[in-house]
């Protein structure tokens, strides 16, 4: 039991990286080695329009705000890719209401 503990510690002192697969159109964040993992989804709906669909993180693992990383790690590439988007999950939504910062505001498509 100890050992478990110990583990989980390690865990949350690990920082959150936040990986892009663009072919797969996803951003990733690895769990528990690389077996479980968060992820949020999107898609291209027009040239230079994403639709930021679904962030899904695995119930042991919510509350901890791997949410919020995928989430400004999606909105940082509508930023860095000069692009518009359209918030279908709604946690995205809930995140850019949280963090109403400029250079997100101006991207979303209401």
Same mark, same amino acid.
Not at 16 to 30: A, G, L, M, N
Not at 32 to 35: F, I, V
Not at 65 to 70: D, F, P, T, V, Y
């Given at each position: 039991m @100890?050992?478990?503990s $110990?583990?989980?510690a *390690?865990?949350?002192?690990?920082p +959150?990286?936040?990986?892009?697969?663009?072919?797969?159109?996803?951003?990733?964040?690895?769990l528990?080695?690389?077996?479980d993992r968060?992820?949020?989804?999107?898609? #291209?709906?027009?040239?230079?329009?994403?639709?930021?669909?679904?962030? !899904? *993180?695995?119930?042991?693992?919510?509350?901890r705000? +791997?949410?919020?990383?995928?989430a400004?790690?999606a909105?940082?590439f509508?930023?860095?890719?000069?692009?518009? @988007?359209?918030?279908t999950?709604? #946690? +995205?939504?809930?995140? *850019?209401?949280?963090?109403?910062?400029? $250079?997100y505001? !101006?991207?979303?498509l209401?």
């Open positions: @100890a050992q478990a $110990q583990i989980n *390690v865990e949350l002192s690990c +959150i990286k936040v990986e892009h697969d663009r072919k797969r159109r996803q951003f990733t964040v690895r528990n080695g690389s077996h968060a992820v949020l989804l999107y898609e #291209y709906i027009g040239k230079k329009t994403v639709d930021l669909q679904h962030t !899904e *993180v695995p119930d042991a693992y919510r509350g705000g +791997i949410a919020k990383h995928l400004k790690a909105m940082d509508v930023v860095e890719e000069d692009l518009k @988007a359209h918030l999950c709604w #946690y +995205i939504q809930k995140f *850019v209401k949280e963090n109403p910062q400029p $250079q505001l !101006e991207r979303v209401h």
